[in-house]
């Protein structure tokens, strides 16, 4: 199949307008949608970016190949552009993009679709190439120029096959440790040399880079004068599988992935591990290191058949994790910031009016329970699922977030929901591998849906909602015999169980348990509240205050998150830390219940009531004694910003 038959010239783009990457991507996909060949844009760039998050595909030497495979793509399609002027792709060279190869890539793609993909990736390692292909003018010049080189890559591996025919047919006896390069896998170099290394190359698509490093690693060793061998795991899965003589007889293994790849078969190899990128473009040095045997001693984890790739932590299991936690919580943001302030504007109405005003109410109504936190949670599990096993995993993880929200499972639950779909579809997608390819089609419209609905649902109904609905009623139970004999001890549990799940059990629990004595009579029916507002309102305050000052341990997007925590803290409400609770719970848990319990049990000692059932700082004038008050909650907080400030680790060593 030619490259051409992808890269038609209706979608190509001699003249780029695009200044931006982001614009670069918005101009390539109009172009495919344009033509037909996707069937949903939002998707497709989606996807485009869920890529890009693992590494810019902005590979240097003035290339991008921004790719994505799924379901929102109708037709393999590789859209061409150029841009005269260059933009910033963010590009491993740090260097600008001039040629762009924007690859779209069915679901189901075939593998003569996938082959020829893997063909145009190897002829981009070209430098020559590329400089001809910048000097064309026409959509027809770029057909034409492709499939010369095409055509004269083809005619190569011929000779060299046949060369390879010959000089086995005339001594078989030969070793084959010196022949010459060729697409079959066997070893490339000097034939005199004893230089002998392997190496492995994967990205997560498995489309482009997988190729190009392998090609790149295969060039280099040959003017190097050295013996390699590469294995590819693409999108066909592992092809030019190295042998255990091959590995045995290695001075040392590279690793260039970007994907979880076979590791325990290395078991006491020198391993260089490296992203995929870098056996594009540090090829030279990866081999040299690797024949001198200058890399770590990989030493396999109880000798697992699949283990984490490269040391850069992108395809750790930690990273993953880290990843797919990070896809949830990206989305979630809007709906806590735009709920969250909505909700603190109808506070400080409902103080101004009162709790009938229609302001309030509406504003209540669109930002609370009803509105935007009521998708706080599903939103939250369905991306988690989506980031695991793409959009089929999206509905049964919001679903299963949702039935978290109903059952008092909070966000605990729905996090567990949503790493449950992930890797439930991701299970079907194995089960039915085996199908008939003619119901391919069914697997994302029917049976992924179907099943994954039902085994999410299942699980959620049988198994969280009576643990966490069990637990609930028994946290309610046992503060309830606590009794008012040690007022500063329940303080501080009622304090600290508002920063546990923050909207879960232990938070209904505690905040149910005040409010049904703030309803019933007697003397103390603003103690408790005042315990469990304050320990509500310092999760978010400690966030706000932990990236105000400790701005080097926090992503940009957290520290502009972090500042709608103030007004979110201030308001008595919680979910403005559950982003950040998620995202690394024990460090953020712990200092927020830390200083939660401290508040509850500041409010306790100096004996304030606050008679109202919320509004954060909008009622703290209510309080009997509200410097008092401002005061616990200000401890509370300091004391939980610090612990989190001086314990969170930077961004790079989180992932």
Request: neutral net charge.
């Amino acid at each position: 199949m030619r490259i051409t038959d992808l890269m038609i010239q209706e979608t190509m783009i001699m003249d780029l307008q695009a200044t931006t990457k982001d614009e670069a991507i918005d101009e390539l996909i109009a172009s495919l949608n344009r033509s037909g060949r996707i069937n949903d844009p939002v998707l497709f760039k989606e996807m485009i970016y869920k890529r890009e998050a693992e590494s810019s595909t902005g590979i240097g030497g003035g290339i991008a190949m921004p790719h994505a495979k799924t379901t929102a793509v109708n037709e393999p399609t590789v859209v061409f552009a150029k841009s005269r002027k260059g933009l910033d792709f963010e590009a491993l060279d740090d260097q600008p993009a001039h040629v762009f190869f924007m690859i779209a890539a069915p679901e189901g793609a075939g593998n003569t679709h996938l082959r020829t993909l893997a063909a145009l990736s190897r002829l981009l390692i070209d430098s020559d190439f590329i400089s001809q292909l910048m000097s064309t003018a026409t959509p027809a010049e770029v057909s034409a120029l492709f499939d010369a080189k095409q055509a004269e890559a083809a005619e190569m591996e011929a000779a060299k096959e046949k060369a390879k025919a010959e000089k086995a047919a005339n001594a078989a006896s030969t070793s084959t440790t010196g022949q010459q390069q060729n697409t079959s896998g066997v070893i490339v170099g000097n034939a005199n040399s004893e230089d002998f290394v392997v190496a492995v190359t994967a990205c997560p698509t498995g489309i482009a880079h997988t190729f190009m490093a392998e090609d790149a690693l295969k060039k280099k060793a040959q003017e190097m004068g050295i013996n390699i061998r590469v294995e590819t795991n693409g999108s066909e899965g592992a092809q030019n599988v190295l042998t255990a003589d091959e590995i045995a007889r290695a001075k040392g293994v590279i690793v260039a992935a970007d994907k979880n790849v076979e590791m325990a078969r290395f078991d006491g190899k020198p391993v260089l591990q490296r992203p995929v990128s870098d056996g594009i473009r540090k090829s030279e040095e990866l081999i040299r290191k690797a024949v001198n045997g200058d890399a770590p001693i990989y030493h396999s984890q109880g000798g697992n058949a699949k283990e984490e790739g490269a040391s850069t932590g992108k395809i750790s299991v930690g990273s993953k994790i880290y990843k797919d936690l990070m896809n949830g919580i990206s989305h979630m943001l809007p709906f806590v910031v735009g709920g969250g302030i909505l909700l603190a504007i109808s506070f400080l109405f409902e103080q101004l009016a009162s709790p009938e005003n229609p302001i309030v109410q509406l504003l209540q109504t669109i930002g609370g329970g009803t509105g935007a936190f009521h998708f706080l949670i599903p939103v939250l599990a369905g991306f988690i699922a989506m980031s695991i096993g793409d959009r089929p995993a999206l509905m049964p993880g919001m679903v299963g977030g949702l039935m978290a929200v109903n059952s008092n499972a909070g966000f605990l639950g729905g996090l567990a929901a949503g790493f449950l779909a992930g890797y439930v579809v991701i299970g079907l997608r194995k089960l039915f591998k085996g199908l008939p390819k003619a119901i391919d089609g069914l697997k994302p419209i029917l049976l992924y849906p179907v099943f994954g609905l039902l085994i999410v649902g299942a699980i959620s109904f049988y198994v969280f909602d009576p643990i966490f609905g069990s637990l609930n009623t028994w946290l309610v139970d046992a503060l309830g015999n606590l009794g008012t004999g040690n007022a500063v001890l329940l303080g501080l549990l009622l304090g600290g169980m508002m920063s546990i799940d923050m909207g879960g059990p232990f938070n209904k629990a505690a905040y149910t348990f005040a409010i049904g004595v703030f309803t019933s009579s007697g003397n103390t029916d603003g103690a408790w509240m005042a315990a469990v507002m304050a320990g509500g309102m310092v999760p978010p305050l400690a966030i706000a205050l932990a990236t105000t000052f400790f701005k080097s341990k926090f992503t940009e997007q957290e520290r502009k998150s972090g500042l709608t925590n103030y007004v979110l803290g201030f308001s008595f409400i919680t979910e403005g830390a559950i982003p950040f609770a998620a995202a690394d719970p024990l460090r953020v848990l712990t200092s927020c219940i830390l200083g939660s319990a401290v508040a509850g049990g500041l409010t306790q000692l100096w004996h304030i009531n606050v008679p109202a059932p919320h509004g954060g700082i909008f009622v703290a004038a209510l309080a009997n004694h509200a410097l008092l008050f401002l005061l616990a909650v200000a401890i509370g907080s300091v004391i939980s910003g610090l612990i989190l400030g001086l314990w969170k680790k930077s961004p790079t060593l989180v992932k």
